[in-house]
């Protein structure tokens, strides 16, 4: 999945973040069951003579949902937002381009979308600033004014106007953004306005109806519908959002809209759409009111959001990673990095662990942790269930604050050596001044790779660190852990700035 981008042609093979709000409500219709019950003892004949003439299977009688009730009570507390700011535009920017306006669209309010993730064209030395618009919705939580949307509707604003329902406008206020979560907070002056309820995400099921009300293309008070598709959806940035994925239309216009259950309560803040055309394609994301409302609560109090951290790196635990680490099913988060200082650090967490719970909430997918600690709060003390070396063992842990700085871990010294392993590897043992220079206390040098690590993706240059979670200072060490693996070993890896576990398959 990736996020999307346009060019001059309009090709759109990219995950983007629609610029617009949406709003689903639902109801689910009654399901009536009809059969006819010939007596309470039929005979056998007049059974087979029944079972002959009848469907196989009694018909259902579905009623369509209605969802007109909760669009009318819910959609006068959905705002609509238009957003004026400014980017600057290089002066080596083609000359037909400069002194026109900004929007090569035309008057298109999803040139600002756009531009975030292409960026100006012709870069910017030396360049000169100029107006920007954006459109986006939103939904009012509290009768003084307060209100939820995206944080990317309202980045980089200078002026932020609310258009409510009854077509009164406002100025609004940016209370404070939060990009991780992309959770912002608006405030305007206004007395007695109509609020939307908040429910539960965590009490939504696959499958149920949900419902949508925004401002897709600048349509005011548009509902779309659709189902829960799945939960806990990581997408590929660095958000940590345990993001609700619908098949609600959701399209530019309709980011920092509501998303409601079929009770009428908002389980969802609409952000994100996977498209190739830069409309609905069948996939939107929304992010979990819960996560939201905390979010807008910590705004509100200090005008910004504060995120936990345990400090580890993680990788997706595979069929091959299992294997390695005699792991009976493929779930759980890898740990293939440790930062120095941090609290995982503190608590004996090590690159080759794999965490299966946190807080006795099991962790299936390695995007699970993360999202569970960004749910926590900086301070909060958890409990971890581990698996290292075929065993299972207990840590504890208190988180820190992602704002925290952690200090470079210190080089240290060893030996050297020289070898070749049955894995199409070349070692070495790294020099005392590679070690200092890469603060690294242990490792081996890839100086040649061939045949299943090769194919598996070591490269030469790359630093061996682990097997199987067992660091490794000679070509020895690794002879012996790869002797005692059936079909495959974890290799951690150092590449530049970056440790990754590289699964290789034995065999």
Same mark, same amino acid.
């Given at each position: 999945?990736?996020?999307?981008?346009?060019?001059?042609?309009?090709?759109?093979? *990219?995950?983007?973040?629609? %610029?617009?709000?949406?709003?689903?409500?639902?109801?689910?219709?009654?399901?009536?069951?009809?059969?006819?019950?010939?007596?309470?003892?039929?005979?056998?004949?007049?059974?087979?003579?029944?079972?002959?003439?009848?469907?196989?299977?009694?018909? %259902?009688?579905?009623?369509?949902?209605?969802?007109?009730?909760?669009?009318?009570?819910?959609?006068?507390?959905?705002?609509?937002?238009? &957003?004026?700011?400014?980017?600057?535009?290089?002066?080596?920017?083609?000359?037909?381009?400069?002194?026109?306006?900004?929007?090569?669209? !035309?008057?298109?309010?999803?040139?600002?979308?756009?531009?975030?993730?292409?960026?100006?064209?012709?870069?910017?030395?030396?360049?000169?600033?100029?107006?920007?618009?954006?459109?986006?919705?939103?939904?009012?939580?509290? @009768?003084? /004014?307060?209100?939820?949307?995206?944080?990317?509707?309202? =980045?980089?604003?200078? $002026?932020?106007?609310?258009?409510?329902?009854? =077509?009164?406008?406002?100025?609004? *206020?940016?209370?404070?953004?939060?990009?991780?979560?992309?959770?912002?907070?608006?405030?305007?002056?206004?007395?007695?306005?109509?609020?939307?309820?908040?429910? $539960?995400?965590?009490?939504?099921?696959?499958?149920?109806?949900?419902?949508?009300?925004?401002?897709?293309? !600048?349509?005011?008070?548009?509902?779309?519908?659709?189902?829960?598709?799945?939960?806990?959806?990581?997408?590929?940035?660095?958000?940590?959002?345990?993001?609700? @994925?619908t098949d609600v239309?959701?399209?530019?216009?309709?980011? !920092?809209?509501?998303?409601?259950?079929?009770?009428?309560?908002?389980?969802?803040?609409?952000? @994100?759409?996977?498209?190739?055309?830069?409309?609905?394609?069948?996939?939107?994301?929304?992010?979990?009111?819960?996560?939201?409302?905390?979010?807008?609560?910590?705004?509100?109090?200090?005008?910004?959001?504060?995120?936990?951290?345990?400090?580890?790196?993680?990788?997706? &635990?595979?069929?091959?990673?299992?294997?390695?680490?005699?792991?009976?099913?493929?779930?759980?988060?890898? &740990?293939?990095?440790?930062?120095?200082?941090?609290?995982?650090?503190?608590?004996?967490?090590?690159?080759?662990?794999?965490?299966?719970?946190?807080?006795?909430?099991?962790?299936?997918?390695?995007?699970?942790?993360?999202?569970?600690?960004?749910?926590?709060?900086?301070?909060?003390?958890?409990?971890?269930?581990?698996?290292? $070396?075929g065993k299972t063992?207990?840590?504890?842990?208190?988180?820190?604050?992602?704002?925290?700085?952690?200090?470079?871990?210190?080089?240290?010294?060893?030996?050297?050596?020289?070898?070749?392993?049955?894995?199409?590897?070349?070692?070495?043992?790294?020099?005392?001044?590679?070690?200092?220079?890469?603060?690294?206390?242990? /490792?081996?040098?890839?100086?040649?790779?061939?045949?299943?690590?090769?194919?598996?993706?070591? @490269?030469?240059?790359?630093?061996?660190?682990?097997?199987?979670?067992?660091?490794?200072?000679?070509?020895?060490?690794?002879?012996?852990?790869?002797?005692?693996?059936?079909?495959?070993?974890?290799?951690?890896?150092?590449?530049g700035a970056e =440790?990754?576990?590289?699964?290789?398959?034995?065999?």
């Amino acid at each position: 999945m990736q996020k999307q981008s346009h060019s001059g042609s309009m090709t759109l093979k *990219r995950l983007t973040l629609a %610029l617009a709000g949406l709003s689903v409500v639902g109801a689910i219709g009654a399901i009536a069951v009809h059969q006819n019950n010939a007596g309470a003892n039929p005979a056998p004949a007049a059974v087979a003579a029944a079972v002959a003439a009848a469907p196989a299977q009694a018909p %259902l009688m579905v009623a369509l949902p209605d969802f007109s009730q909760i669009a009318a009570r819910n959609s006068p507390a959905v705002v609509n937002i238009s &957003v004026t700011g400014s980017t600057k535009v290089g002066l080596d920017m083609p000359a037909q381009g400069r002194g026109q306006r900004a929007d090569p669209f !035309g008057d298109d309010p999803f040139f600002e979308f756009f531009r975030r993730f292409q960026g100006p064209q012709g870069g910017n030395r030396g360049g000169r600033d100029i107006p920007t618009h954006g459109l986006g919705s939103g939904f009012i939580v509290s @009768q003084d /004014g307060v209100i939820i949307t995206n944080a990317h509707v309202v =980045r980089d604003a200078r $002026e932020v106007t609310v258009k409510l329902a009854d =077509r009164r406008e406002f100025r609004a *206020r940016v209370l404070g953004s939060d990009p991780k979560t992309d959770i912002a907070v608006l405030k305007i002056e206004a007395k007695n306005l109509p609020v939307v309820p908040l429910g $539960e995400s965590k009490d939504l099921k696959v499958g149920e109806w949900v419902l949508a009300i925004g401002s897709p293309y !600048g349509f005011d008070s548009t509902v779309t519908a659709g189902v829960v598709s799945a939960k806990g959806r990581s997408l590929p940035d660095d958000s940590n959002v345990p993001f609700i @994925q619908t098949d609600v239309a959701v399209n530019p216009g309709n980011s !920092g809209g509501p998303l409601f259950n079929v009770r009428g309560e908002v389980v969802g803040v609409n952000s @994100q759409i996977y498209s190739q055309t830069g409309g609905f394609q069948g996939l939107s994301f929304a992010i979990p009111i819960d996560l939201a409302h905390r979010i807008k609560d910590q705004i509100v109090a200090t005008g910004k959001a504060s995120h936990a951290k345990l400090g580890v790196t993680v990788q997706e &635990v595979n069929q091959g990673f299992a294997d390695s680490f005699k792991l009976a099913t493929p779930e759980g988060a890898l &740990v293939a990095n440790v930062e120095p200082g941090s609290p995982a650090a503190r608590a004996g967490l090590r690159p080759g662990d794999v965490v299966r719970k946190l807080n006795g909430q099991n962790i299936v997918a390695s995007a699970d942790l993360p999202a569970l600690v960004g749910n926590a709060l900086p301070g909060d003390n958890v409990t971890m269930e581990v698996w290292r $070396e075929g065993k299972t063992i207990a840590l504890a842990a208190k988180l820190g604050d992602a704002a925290d700085k952690v200090a470079d871990a210190g080089a240290g010294a060893g030996e050297a050596a020289a070898g070749k392993v049955r894995l199409g590897l070349a070692l070495r043992a790294l020099q005392p001044d590679e070690r200092r220079d890469a603060g690294l206390n242990s /490792g081996l040098v890839v100086e040649d790779a061939n045949g299943a690590a090769a194919y598996a993706g070591v @490269q030469p240059g790359d630093v061996l660190l682990s097997v199987n979670g067992k660091p490794v200072n000679s070509v020895e060490q690794v002879r012996e852990v790869v002797a005692k693996s059936a079909r495959s070993v974890a290799l951690l890896i150092q590449r530049g700035a970056e =440790r990754i576990f590289i699964p290789v398959r034995l065999g």
